[in-house]
């Protein structure tokens, strides 16, 4: 348990569906992330978000829509999605301007299958 | 581009032994994290380094980071089949505000 949950652990859509991912930190941090993992790639940063506002958009394509609506949940929606967008959606949260670094904490991950 | 080159990629080795993983780039980090991840599940962080030379233990693991604070190593003692998943290397680069880059990973096995 690293207090960052991702719901749902697993879903499968289809290209024309409308879906999206939950996130909750527990840790009172104060930014939020996104990121995708697909096999043989590195961990792809896709979204940052500090105190709510968004700080990072990492040349995502627009069929991923983040929200944020407070420094504690931050959703992923999706819309038409490729098949090439299956991965492992992993959420993170990080507690920015403290002492020893910016480490970030991850939830167990979203695993997507766009079918 | 800000890389971070790990290696190896791919680590197959036998109960007891030693192994270690490196990670390197040509720009300075202000920290470098290292996580480990299982199958189906997100990295869980092992270490946060920050200072120049700075070394670390975690039981048989110990971890380095270069004085200049552009590489680090994790170095595994005595290696147990416990030990395999995904290891993962991150760092924050200067000017790179809350902004980690990560590594391609090692992954490693470590057979009875």
């Known amino acids: 348990e690293t207090g960052v949950t991702q719901t749902p652990r697993h879903l499968v859509m289809g290209m024309t569906n409308k879906k999206s991912l939950k996130c909750e930190q527990h840790?009172?941090?104060?930014?939020m992330y996104w990121y995708k993992q697909s096999a043989k790639k590195p961990l792809e940063l896709m979204f940052v978000?500090?105190?709510?506002?968004?700080?990072e958009n990492n040349s995502v394509p627009s069929r991923f829509s983040p929200e944020c609506p407070n420094s504690s949940h931050l959703f992923l929606h999706l819309h038409t999605l490729q098949p090439e967008d299956s991965a492992l959606y992993l959420c993170?949260?990080?507690?920015?301007?403290?002492?020893?670094?910016?480490?970030?904490?991850f939830g167990e991950g979203s695993w997507l299958t766009v079918v | 581009t800000q890389l971070l080159e790990q290696s190896p990629q791919f680590l197959s080795i036998q109960e007891g032994e030693n192994l270690t993983v490196y990670c390197n780039s040509s720009?300075?980090?202000?920290?470098l994290q290292w996580y480990r991840q299982e199958p189906g599940e997100g990295p869980v962080l092992l270490v946060t380094?920050?200072?120049?030379?700075e070394v670390k233990k975690l039981k048989r693991l110990t971890f380095q980071f270069g004085d200049a604070r552009k590489d680090s190593s994790l170095h595994i003692t005595a290696a147990q089949p416990g030990d395999t998943g995904l290891y993962l290397c991150?760092?924050?680069?200067?000017?790179?505000?809350?902004?980690?880059?990560f590594g391609a990973g090692t992954r490693l096995a470590v057979h009875p």
């Open positions: 993170a949260s990080s507690l920015i301007g403290s002492a020893g670094g910016n480490t970030i904490y």
């Open positions: 840790l009172g941090h104060n930014a």
């Open positions: 978000y500090n105190f709510k506002e968004q700080t």
């Open positions: 720009s300075v980090f202000s920290s």
């Open positions: 380094v920050v200072t120049g030379g």
């Open positions: 991150a760092g924050e680069f200067w000017g790179g505000y809350n902004k980690l880059i």
